[in-house]
């Protein structure tokens, strides 16, 4: 069982900028793909952002990007999401998940809120 802890999310103005992180337990095959979700009040969850372990390589949700970047530091199993140009609708709390792929995500952390004023 992969645990997973996010933080950094806090109030922030429009304009400004935040880094997420994500701590993993461990780093394994059943947590291969780290991803960044978000969930804003009355919305359905969103995709931001995902990266594999093995692979190296990064998505970021075509919407998000230039402003949101996605990165890892393996030694820390720990993955961030660097947040820029925030606006009032970036306003969510962010999900951390993680699994083998994207599409079975596993295990997910019990999130962070970003707020973003105006």
């Known amino acids: 069982q992969v645990s997973l802890v996010e933080s950094g999310g806090r109030l922030v103005q429009a304009g400004g900028s935040l880094r997420l992180s994500c701590a993993a337990s461990?780093?394994?095959?059943?947590?291969?793909?780290m991803a960044w979700f978000r969930q804003a009040p009355g919305k359905e969850r969103e995709f931001v952002a995902a990266l594999s372990w093995s692979a190296g390589d990064t998505n970021v949700a075509d919407s998000l990007k230039g402003r949101f970047t996605m990165s890892s530091d393996i030694a820390k199993n720990t993955v961030y999401l660097q947040m820029n140009s925030l606006n009032p609708e970036d306003t969510a709390l962010y999900y951390c998940?993680?699994?083998?792929?994207?599409?079975?995500?596993?295990?997910w952390g019990q999130g962070t809120q970003v707020t973003v004023s105006s």
């Open positions: 461990e780093r394994t095959f059943s947590n291969n793909v």
């Open positions: 998940a993680a699994g083998v792929g994207l599409a079975t995500l596993r295990f």
